[in-house]
């Protein structure tokens, strides 16, 4: 069965905008567990704007030994005030997984992958190092993708997440068919050679079927916003078991 790990951004992201301390992060990821996911993700930004390094660790107290935890962010981001970079976060944190994601500074959400044949050279440090902390490591990629599998395997890269956010659109639109193809080709030549498949980005209840009926292999979906906004109408509880029974 796909692993549904839930993003706790846009939780924080209410919290910031109030101050204090509701709604209350860990309440949320206990929610969330007590109702099957089989994982946690977060996504802490330089600019502190959602989930903070105090909570990345809260995070791992509570995820250990329970569910997976996983990590996003740039690796390359330079730490900073209340920032210690991402390959420290993780070094404290050892989540089960580190999602490398090349977003840039400021930018509002992620909407790109790095390009796998031009970016594993200097990854593969990056990579290493991630792996010496007990860590899987996942690479956000583009749907549509073609080179570059191979030799992120060969640097210790376990898995792809492929950004879906171009398939939501069109599943909207009511055209998706090309984007799909899109998605599948990229997965099928990641697990050709020997890589795991993840997915995220703007899945929701609406599209996430179609998608997971069109890649069986996939192993685990991240979803946080499109989640976070059903569970205002539906709760947090009733929702996350709405996407469980989606993916079963």
Not at 41 to 66: K, M
Not at 139 to 159: C, M, W
Not at 177 to 202: F, I
């Amino acid at each position: 069965m796909t692993t549904l790990s839930v993003n706790l951004n846009k939780i924080a992201v209410l919290r910031n905008a109030r101050g204090g301390g509701e709604p209350d992060l860990a309440r949320a990821a206990e929610t969330c567990i007590r109702a099957g996911c089989g994982g946690i993700t977060v996504h802490p930004r330089p600019d502190r704007r959602h989930v903070t390094a105090e909570d990345v660790q809260l995070l791992a107290e509570l995820t250990r030994d329970r569910v997976e935890y996983n990590l996003e962010g740039n690796p390359f981001a330079a730490p900073r005030a209340g920032y210690p970079g991402f390959l420290e976060l993780v070094r404290q944190a050892r989540p089960a997984q580190a999602t490398l994601v090349p977003d840039s500074e400021g930018q509002l959400t992620s909407d790109h992958g790095f390009d796998l044949a031009r970016d594993t050279p200097r990854l593969a440090p990056l990579v290493a190092e991630l792996n010496s902390y007990g860590c899987r490591v996942s690479v956000f990629v583009d749907a549509g993708s073609e080179n570059g599998f191979a030799e992120a395997r060969e640097i210790g890269v376990a898995r792809v997440e492929i950004y879906t956010g171009p398939y939501a659109e069109a599943f909207t639109r009511g055209d998706c068919a090309d984007e799909l193809s899109r998605c599948v080709d990229t997965a099928r030549r990641a697990v050709d050679s020997g890589l795991a498949v993840n997915a995220g980005h703007d899945l929701n209840q609406q599209n996430l079927a179609t998608f997971r009926r069109a890649i069986p292999d996939l192993a685990e979906v991240s979803i946080g916003h499109a989640l976070i906004c059903e569970a205002l109408y539906e709760g947090l509880d009733c929702t996350v078991r709405n996407y469980l029974t989606i993916l079963s």
